[in-house]
């Protein structure tokens, strides 16, 4: 599974890329979270806002810091 | 998107603001109220107003447009006409409708001149503005 935080490092971005890290540990599912920044690729995804959290390709979340329960939901925990 | 703190853009991406984020979508369809709805979403992302959005992503089920528009805080949907064709594209992807406009209703009659009236924009603009009141 691979996860992608998508966000320029702006302080909701960061809160965002934690939460996922949190869960991903605590949920023992087998990711690898990246950190999108580039301007270029966030807008590949056509996302209209940031941060924005991206599993194995599917946009799960735009322009809010998710819960992590939410996070967990979407790791099928 | 309340706390939403960047949008996608080269112009905005290295800063974080929650300004302008209403996002503004059109039918942008063959007539006269559809470019009008076009040309109105334009205008208003130009005046900072909102972002103007990509319809045919929402259209197309494509997940970053889909969760975009369910997302985001305010929202601006404009229909040229009754048919509702962006009306139509929300029901179908499962995006609950919100801030929807329907041109024609608002007394501008639908044809196939495409020479845009100033005194409609302006007319349409206002009522975009008054339809993304209350939402939050």
Redesign the interface.
């Known amino acids: 599974m691979v996860i992608k935080v998508l966000g320029p490092g702006c302080p909701k971005c960061r809160q965002t890329e934690e939460v996922v890290r949190q869960a991903v540990s605590e949920s023992g599912v087998l990711a690898q979270v990246e950190n999108v920044s580039g301007v270029m690729e966030i807008s590949s995804y056509g996302v209209f806002g940031t941060p924005a959290v991206v599993i194995d390709g599917q946009v799960k979340s735009v322009g809010k810091v998710p819960g992590k329960k939410d996070v967990l939901t979407w790791l099928g925990k | ?10 112009k905005t ?4 603001s929650a300004e302008g ?1 209403v ?1 503004l979508l059109a039918c942008s369809g063959g007539s006269n109220v559809g470019q009008l709805a076009n040309q109105v979403c334009v205008e208003l992302t130009q005046e900072g107003f909102g ?1 103007m ?2 319809l045919a ?1 929402i259209g197309g089920e ?12 305010q929202v601006v949907v404009l229909d040229g006409c009754e048919v509702g064709c962006a009306k139509a594209i929300f029901q179908k992807a499962g995006v609950p409708l919100r801030g929807h406009l329907v041109l024609t209703e608002l007394g501008i009659a639908k044809n196939k001149d495409f020479n845009l009236k100033r005194d409609e924009l302006d007319k349409v603009k206002t009522a975009a503005r008054q339809a993304s009141r209350g939402q939050s």
């Open positions: 998107m309340s706390d939403s703190c960047c949008a996608t853009t080269s991406a290295d800063r974080c984020n996002m972002k959005y990509c992503g494509l997940s970053g447009f889909v969760r975009s528009a369910q997302d985001v805080t």
